[in-house]
């Protein structure tokens, strides 16, 4: 993989002070497992962009989610640097994939830009154990494909502990792991790949941040939603609020921030599509909250859960196809280690999922105080930005209420019965609907995975005045804390 040397000049922190330095890991020599396929288009071949080989452990799904994945990186612009690049990303079907994107020159009609896409898969629990950080199989990536190549093996890596740190203060990888490690995605307009400033950052994020963060360090497009993007051109590249508006610093920023960083020679506006994010946080904070503040008018209620719903209907008989149980297993123990539930695990050939889907519904639960219908009437009616964020909290943190438990001769129900009411029971009954209308329904493996996505944070979880003064959103603040993000 590219290895670009950076420069850059001197730009202040993002915040009041620099991030705090990712605590030291002791961790042993690691033994990963991984499968791996290639994917793109090739002169050898006349198949267009297609799989050219794969391990034997791919799953079919992995394949579908890793093409859509490359399909998504976008095409290179006239003019665009014809170099490599990296990507890592948590597929929607369950495996992290490591992915080196690798010029091939000519594709099968004799047309410039063709690319190679060697993806490795792995468990998210192996690649935590290996620290998140998928610079550490960099090497491990191809970029030399022939007609040879007809299949790939499962491989597997010892891997030591990667170095930890956070990068000097007042640099560009400092703002970017101040961004990131917020909850904020950053997006670089840069005229080569990052990936020298990339592995720098995520050598100084938290390893929970990493755990959860996506990259690319050149890409064409970020329909991916990368966590941190580097593109040839930020026009034209779908950036959603999470990025905040790239085309402008935000009100009131100080005049330091109009600076460009440089990167390798390219000006980087962090000002706009990284800085920005950050500094948004500070003017988030700054803010004087409208909603009201007399001590009578905001009480913190604790409420009481409202009377369960009745669970849906038990199915009959069990319609799933064969090993469901076990791929449900697995997604199950997927499941629990990413959000911390511990004696989770997907053991033997016919595993106990209704014992892993109970387990997992007694432990992971919200037991706090709730928002009382009245205070939250109050932040709807509010202006304040906070207030917004609050009711969002809110809504997240319900579907973890204890007022689901699961239903009398639970052990009783089918498979697919048994994941539908645990999916009911976080209020996440919709996991099971199609992804498109008149589609399919998701089979219950593929209900799990989605249910996981839809437990996982995806809003901005940081401190605000408002939980400085009220004791339910800072018991909020704690519990969604804990939670994995999207």
């Given at each position: 993989m590219?290895?670009?040397?950076?420069?850059?000049?001197?730009?202040?922190?993002v915040?009041?002070?620099?991030?705090?330095?990712?605590?030291?890991?002791?961790?042993?020599?690691?033994?990963?497992h991984?499968?791996?396929?290639?994917?793109?288009?090739?002169?050898?071949?006349?198949?267009?962009?297609?799989?050219?080989?794969?391990?034997?452990?791919?799953?079919?799904e992995w394949?579908?989610?890793?093409?859509?994945?490359?399909?998504?990186?976008?095409e290179?612009?006239?003019?665009?640097?014809?170099?490599?690049?990296?990507?890592?990303?948590?597929?929607?079907?369950?495996?992290?994939?490591?992915?080196?994107?690798?010029?091939?020159?000519?594709?099968d009609?004799?047309?410039?830009?063709?690319?190679?896409?060697?993806?490795?898969?792995?468990s998210?629990?192996?690649?935590?154990r290996?620290?998140?950080?998928?610079?550490t199989?960099?090497?491990?990536?191809?970029?030399?494909?022939?007609?040879?190549?007809?299949?790939?093996?499962?491989?597997?890596?010892?891997?030591?502990?990667?170095?930890?740190?956070?990068?000097?203060?007042?640099?560009?990888?400092?703002?970017?792991?101040?961004?990131?490690?917020?909850?904020?995605?950053?997006?670089?307009?840069?005229?080569?790949?990052?990936?020298?400033?990339?592995?720098?950052?995520?050598r100084?994020?938290?390893?929970?941040?990493?755990?959860?963060?996506?990259?690319?360090t050149?890409?064409?497009?970020?329909?991916?939603?990368?966590?941190?993007l580097?593109?040839?051109?930020?026009?034209?590249?779908?950036?959603?609020?999470?990025?905040?508006?790239p085309?402008?610093?935000?009100?009131?920023?100080?005049?330091?921030?109009?600076?460009?960083?440089?990167?390798?020679?390219?000006?980087?506006?962090?000002?706009?599509?990284?800085?920005?994010?950050?500094?948004?946080?500070?003017?988030?904070?700054?803010?004087?909250?409208?909603?009201?503040?007399?001590?009578?008018?905001?009480?913190?209620?604790?409420?009481?859960?409202?009377?369960?719903?009745?669970?849906?209907a038990?199915?009959?008989?069990?319609?799933?196809?064969?090993?469901?149980?076990?791929?449900?297993?697995?997604?199950?123990?997927?499941?629990?280690?990413?959000?911390?539930?511990?004696?989770?695990?997907?053991?033997?050939?016919e595993?106990?999922?209704?014992?892993?889907?109970?387990?997992?519904?007694?432990?992971l639960?919200?037991?706090?105080?709730?928002?009382?219908?009245?205070?939250?009437?109050?932040?709807?009616?509010?202006?304040?930005?906070?207030?917004?964020?609050?009711?969002?909290?809110?809504?997240?943190?319900?579907?973890?209420?204890?007022?689901?438990?699961?239903?009398?001769?639970?052990?009783?129900?089918?498979?697919?019965?048994?994941?539908?009411?645990?999916?009911w029971?976080?209020?996440c009954?919709?996991?099971?609907?199609?992804?498109?209308?008149?589609?399919?329904?998701?089979?219950?493996?593929?209900?799990?995975?989605?249910?996981?996505?839809?437990?996982?944070?995806?809003?901005?979880?940081?401190?605000?005045l408002?939980?400085?003064?009220?004791?339910?959103?800072?018991?909020?603040?704690?519990?969604?804390?804990?939670?994995?993000?999207?």
């Amino acid at each position: 993989m590219t290895d670009d040397h950076q420069g850059t000049t001197d730009v202040r922190n993002v915040a009041d002070t620099p991030p705090a330095p990712a605590p030291p890991v002791d961790r042993p020599p690691t033994v990963l497992h991984f499968e791996q396929a290639v994917y793109g288009s090739f002169a050898f071949r006349d198949q267009g962009y297609e799989v050219l080989a794969q391990s034997p452990g791919c799953r079919p799904e992995w394949l579908a989610d890793f093409r859509a994945a490359c399909q998504k990186l976008g095409e290179r612009p006239a003019g665009a640097t014809d170099a490599p690049g990296l990507f890592a990303l948590r597929l929607p079907s369950g495996p992290w994939a490591v992915v080196g994107v690798s010029p091939q020159g000519c594709d099968d009609r004799g047309r410039p830009g063709a690319l190679a896409f060697h993806g490795l898969f792995l468990s998210p629990r192996d690649y935590r154990r290996a620290g998140a950080d998928p610079f550490t199989l960099a090497p491990l990536l191809r970029s030399d494909w022939s007609a040879e190549t007809r299949e790939l093996p499962a491989g597997s890596l010892t891997v030591e502990a990667a170095p930890e740190g956070s990068p000097a203060p007042e640099t560009p990888a400092a703002a970017v792991v101040a961004a990131i490690t917020r909850g904020r995605r950053v997006a670089l307009e840069s005229p080569t790949p990052i990936d020298d400033l990339a592995r720098q950052v995520w050598r100084g994020l938290p390893e929970r941040v990493r755990a959860r963060a996506s990259v690319a360090t050149w890409a064409f497009g970020n329909a991916n939603r990368f966590d941190l993007l580097a593109v040839p051109r930020l026009a034209g590249v779908a950036l959603d609020a999470s990025y905040v508006d790239p085309q402008a610093p935000p009100v009131g920023a100080p005049a330091w921030l109009s600076r460009a960083l440089v990167v390798a020679g390219a000006t980087v506006f962090l000002g706009a599509a990284a800085v920005g994010l950050a500094l948004r946080d500070e003017e988030d904070r700054e803010e004087t909250s409208e909603v009201p503040t007399n001590p009578a008018a905001v009480r913190v209620e604790t409420v009481s859960a409202p009377p369960a719903l009745p669970p849906p209907a038990p199915r009959d008989g069990n319609d799933e196809a064969p090993g469901e149980n076990q791929r449900v297993a697995e997604a199950l123990a997927t499941l629990a280690d990413r959000f911390g539930v511990k004696g989770v695990a997907a053991n033997g050939s016919e595993p106990d999922t209704a014992r892993m889907m109970e387990r997992i519904a007694r432990e992971l639960r919200y037991r706090g105080p709730l928002l009382s219908d009245a205070e939250r009437e109050r932040l709807r009616n509010s202006p304040d930005r906070d207030a917004a964020l609050a009711l969002r909290w809110d809504a997240l943190v319900r579907r973890f209420a204890d007022d689901r438990p699961l239903p009398d001769g639970f052990r009783r129900r089918s498979l697919r019965g048994r994941v539908e009411a645990f999916a009911w029971s976080f209020h996440c009954e919709a996991t099971f609907d199609p992804v498109e209308p008149g589609g399919p329904r998701r089979a219950a493996s593929e209900a799990v995975q989605a249910l996981g996505e839809a437990l996982a944070v995806d809003v901005s979880v940081r401190p605000t005045l408002l939980t400085g003064r009220h004791q339910t959103l800072a018991s909020y603040l704690t519990f969604l804390g804990r939670l994995p993000r999207r």
